[in-house]
């Protein structure tokens, strides 16, 4: 029973996270990737460039950094301050924020590209039919970008399930507050539970082959030509 609760424990809360920072992230993403995709801005390559940081910097550096913003001398201990406590780092909050910073670009890019793809003519087809930029956005753009969405969802939740150099720096391994799935592996094989381990693994990868499959899929329909 010990060995289940072990186990179980670290995938419930890696789907907590996972889907609390999708959530997020496609909240956060629609309207950054709506402006990427669509203003003549000459500030969007560089925020975009921003954005993209965690594709590149290493998830130890990007943790520490985070570690950093999170812990009782930075902002995150102001914040944490207004509850009592000291930090953010070291809590299940502090590996939402985490996440949300570390996996945004795989939200984003999709969402952007499927904004781009759609060109102009929908948007002008609506305002001449006398559609607010609001109402056209949410009855025109967001269905025609639906596949971006799908695509964005399934790799903001993906990316989270699978990462773990950022959420070790920044929340440690702490039994039902941080110890997600991927530091359980690590903890499991550091004291030598290779059973555990061998379970948590390879129902890592078995969701791994399930995402691509899904990304194949959804991609395949994408590119087939309307009917």
Same mark, same amino acid.
């Given at each position: 029973?010990?060995? /289940? ?16 920072? @999708? ?6 993403? @629609?309207?950054?990737?709506? #402006? ?18 965690? /594709? ?9 950094? *985070?570690?950093?913003?999170? +812990?009782?001398?930075?902002?995150? +201990? ?19 924020? +985490? ?34 930029? #609001? ?14 969405? /799908? @695509? ?23 039994? +039902? ?13 550091? @004291?030598?539970? #290779?059973?555990?381990?061998?379970? *948590? ?27």
């Amino acid at each position: 029973m010990s060995a /289940l609760s072990d186990i179980w424990g670290p995938v419930v809360l890696t789907i907590e996270l996972a889907g609390l920072t @999708t959530a997020i992230l496609l909240v956060i993403s @629609t309207p950054v990737a709506w #402006w990427l995709a669509r203003a003549p801005s000459l500030w969007k390559e560089i925020v975009g460039a921003v954005l993209a940081l965690p /594709l590149v910097l290493p998830p130890t550096v990007l943790g520490f950094y *985070l570690l950093v913003m999170l +812990g009782p001398d930075g902002p995150g +201990g102001a914040i944490a301050s207004l509850w009592g406590a000291r930090t953010l780092a070291f809590s299940f909050t502090g590996l939402v924020i +985490g996440s949300v910073i570390y996996s945004m670009p795989f939200v984003v890019q999709p969402i952007r590209n499927a904004f781009a793809a759609m060109g102009e003519r929908p948007m002008e087809a609506a305002a001449t039919l006398r559609a607010s930029p #609001w109402r056209a956005f949410w009855t025109v753009a967001v269905p025609l970008a639906r596949p971006g969405f /799908l @695509t964005a969802a399934i790799l903001g939740f993906a990316h989270t399930v699978g990462e773990f150099g950022v959420v070790l720096m920044i929340g440690g391994n702490i039994p +039902g507050v941080t110890k997600v799935m991927s530091v359980a592996i690590f903890d499991f094989v550091e @004291t030598s539970r #290779w059973r555990e381990a061998h379970l *948590l693994a390879a129902g890592m990868a078995l969701f791994a082959f399930v995402v691509i499959l899904a990304m194949s899929l959804i991609e395949k329909r994408m590119g087939r030509p309307a009917s």
